[in-house]
Nanobody
Framework: QVQLVESGGGLVQAGGSLRLSCVAS????????MGWYRQAPGHQRELVAS???????NYADSVKGRFTISTEYAKNIVYLQMNSLKPEDTAAYYC??????????WGQGTQVTVSS
């Protein structure tokens, strides 16, 4: 019974910062990788950032230098630190835990809205 719960979203002005949290009901190390995705209305869900159990990180080009994904293993938490937010970052953000080849697990999402 894997559960992922996101929090930390909200309304911020352009240039501001938010830190999203994803709390897993199981150990983070049990996943092949974890990641953050986002989906804006009328758009496909896209990868924002991911991190493997080995610590390898991957970022979408649009967020490189602004967003940082990290983990706190002892608390089963994956963070997404978002700095220098832009209106185009507005979306619902989802946490995903991947257990290849078993399957993926998704959180319920948290809304991030960036005003101009």
């Amino acid at each position: 019974q894997v559960q992922l719960v996101e929090s930390g979203g909200g309304l911020v002005q352009a240039g501001g910062s938010l830190r999203l949290s994803c709390v897993a009901s199981v150990g983070i190390s049990s996943f092949t990788a974890m990641g953050w995705y986002r989906q804006a209305p009328g758009h496909q869900r896209e990868l924002v950032a991911s991190i493997s159990t080995g610590g390898m990180r991957n970022y979408a080009d649009s967020v490189k230098g602004r967003f940082t994904i990290s983990t706190e293993y002892a608390k089963n938490i994956v963070y997404l630190q978002m700095n220098s937010l832009k209106p185009e970052d507005t979306a619902a953000y989802y946490c995903k835990g991947a257990r290849w080849p078993v399957g993926d697990y998704w959180g319920q999402g948290t809304q991030v809205t960036v005003s101009s």
